[in-house]
C-alpha cells in the first residue's frame, strides 16, 4: 500500500472560526502531495529494499529447517539420542525462525510509521511557510472521489461523507507550490534515509550449537 493512501483525508490546519469575506481559504490535494514527493517515493524504493532481504532471510532459514528435517527423517534412526538431540536443534532453529520474523517485522513496522510521520510534518512544515506567505488563514485537504470507487452503496456512502470541501477555485488550490517547495527543500537536503532501527542490516542468524552425542559407555574419547 503506497504511503500517499496513509495520507488522505488530512486536515492540516484548522481555523476556529470562518468569518467569510474576511478569511482566507486555501485547499491542498494532501494524496497528491505525498504522491508526487520524492521522498515518499525514495522511502518506499528503501522500504522494498529491506522487505526483500528480509525475504531472503526467511527463506534461507526455512530452506535449512527443511533440510535439517529430510536429514533427520532419512538418516537417523528414531528413538535414538542422536534423533532426540537432532530433533532439538530443529525445534530451536524453528523458535529461531519465529523470533525473526516477528522482531524484524515490528522494526519495519515502526520505521514504516516515523517515516509516515516524517513525511505528514514536512508537508505540514510547508503549507504552513506557504499559507503565511500568501496571508492565507485556513487550509483545508481537498477531496476527490476515487475514480475507483467501488460499488457497494455503503461503500459509496462512506466516500460521500468524508469529503470536506465540496467545491473550491482554482486560485485557492496551493497544491502544485507545495509539490515544488517540498521536493526542492528535499534535493537541497540531500535525499531520505530509513529510520536507524530499519537501516540497521539484518545479521545472519547464527545456527544453534550442536552438541555431539554422549559417547557409549564405556568407550574412551579418541
Not at 20 to 49: C, I, R
Not at 68 to 76: M, V, Y
Not at 79 to 85: A, C, I, W, Y
Amino acid at each position: 500500500m503506497r504511503m500517499s493512501v496513509w495520507m488522505a483525508g488530512v486536515v492540516l490546519v484548522v481555523g476556529t472560526r470562518l468569518a467569510w469575506g474576511s478569511t482566507n481559504v486555501a485547499v491542498v490535494n494532501v494524496p497528491m502531495v505525498s504522491e508526487k514527493y520524492h521522498k515518499t517515493t525514495d522511502l518506499e524504493a528503501q522500504f522494498d529494499a529491506v522487505r526483500r532481504k528480509l525475504n531472503q532471510e526467511r527463506d534461507a532459514m526455512k530452506e535449512k529447517i527443511d533440510r535439517a528435517n529430510r536429514s533427520l527423517q532419512e538418516e537417523i534412526k528414531p528413538g535414538t539420542e542422536e534423533f532426540r538431540q537432532r530433533r532439538k536443534e530443529i525445534a530451536l532453529m524453528e523458535a529461531e525462525l519465529q523470533w525473526f520474523i516477528e522482531s524484524e517485522g515490528q522494526k519495519v513496522e515502526k520505521g514504516l510509521a516515523e517515516s509516515l510521520r516524517s513525511i505528514f510534518g514536512d508537508i505540514q512544515a510547508v503549507v504552513r511557510e506557504v499559507a503565511e506567505e500568501k496571508g492565507i488563514d485556513v487550509v483545508m485537504a481537498s477531496d476527490h472521489l476515487p475514480p475507483d470507487t467501488p460499488e457497494a452503496p455503503q461503500q459509496v456512502r462512506q466516500h460521500i461523507l468524508l469529503q470536506k470541501v465540496l467545491y473550491w477555485h482554482a486560485r485557492v488550490d496551493i497544491t502544485e507550490e507545495v509539490v515544488t517547495r517540498l521536493n526542492a527543500r528535499y534535493k537541497a537536503a540531500g535525499g531520505a534515509s530509513l529510520p536507524a532501527s530499519v537501516a540497521t542490516p539484518v545479521p545472519d542468524p547464527a545456527p544453534p550449537k550442536s552438541k555431539e552425542p554422549a559417547p557409549p559407555p564405556g568407550s574412551k574419547k579418541p
